[in-house]
């Protein structure tokens, strides 16, 4: 009879409970509007196919009552979801590149900035911070956040040699039991590292992971959403030699745009709550 209560309650504990799937349909419901607004261009909705930002964000857990903290959001593509979801209830804080960092941050974020301006309905209550080497713990105050996301960004961390801090610096912005979301480009787990391997913007996702877990945080899972068996991660100019960027140019175009967008890795992380 024991068993049997106790195989119930953990049944139990693994089915989302009403609620859960109540606020799990809003939540959808929320981004089904946002992708569809105005506010996204063309280009930006060809890349849902490869992106999947609805599967993403559910899979990471977000709710539109939630302070969501994006790290280095570049020109907006997922600002144009988050910042509508949380306009009501929750709060968008975009962690952009540091204005001192070089003239092309300082002209990306300065574009990023005009782009919130020019729809105050939608971002009128964003909050734009800075984050780079150095200047991480500026992203969000500590303990304020319920979530900390990022999306193709660990490469560029590693390469600049401050990953280390940049993890630990989601950990202090996060409340405790708050969620850290990876979406990154993602290595074989066989592939030597070498300095080559560390130029081609692909990471492995045993990498992403230690980086996370010696900052704190605990592993909860990983989704497939964002994966692309067709991308072997071998190509001459590394990841930028896919589509969007075609770094070779009109050289073998065709066979790259017919590989699709990187294969990703997309994580979800926790800081435990005590």
């Known amino acids: 009879m024991r068993t049997l209560v106790a195989a119930v309650l953990a049944v139990t504990a693994m089915t989302p409970s009403a609620a859960q799937t109540k606020a799990e349909a809003a939540t959808a419901a929320k981004i089904d509007a946002a992708l569809a607004g105005p506010q996204r261009s063309e280009a930006n909705r060809a890349r849902d196919p490869y992106r999947h930002p609805k599967e993403t964000l559910l899979f990471f857990g977000l709710r539109p009552e939630m302070t969501v903290v994006e790290v280095t959001p570049g020109g907006g593509w997922y600002s144009e979801i988050l910042g509508p ?3 009501a209830k929750g709060r968008y804080v975009a962690a952009h590149n540091n204005p001192m960092g070089s003239p092309n941050a300082l002209r990306q974020r300065a574009s990023f900035i005009e782009k919130l301006k020019a729809n105050p309905e939608l971002y009128g209550n964003v909050a734009v911070t800075s984050f780079g080497k150095g200047i991480e713990t500026n992203l969000a105050a500590p303990g304020s956040a319920d979530m900390v996301l990022t999306f193709r960004n ?24 708050g969620v850290l ?3 990154e480009h993602r290595m074989p787990e ?15 996702q045993s990498e ?4 996370a877990e010696a900052a704190g945080f605990k592993y909860v899972g990983s989704s497939e959403v964002n994966a692309n068996p067709k991308d072997k991660a071998d190509h001459p100019k590394g ?6 960027t075609y770094a070779m140019g009109d ?3 065709a066979t790259y745009a017919a590989i699709g967008e990187s294969d990703r890795m997309t994580l979800k992380f926790v800081k435990p709550a005590n």
């Open 85 to 87: 979801v949380l306009a």
């Open 181 to 183: 979301g990876v979406v």
């Open 208 to 211: 992403v992971i230690r980086l």
């Open 239 to 244: 990841v930028w030699t896919l589509p969007p």
């Open 251 to 253: 050289t073998d175009k």
């Open 190 to 204: 066989d592939r030597p590292d070498t300095e080559e391997s560390r130029r081609t913007g692909y990471v492995k």
């Open 154 to 177: 660990v490469h560029n961390w590693l390469m600049a040699d401050f990953a280390a801090d940049a993890f630990k610096a989601f950990y202090g912005a996060l409340k405790p039991g």
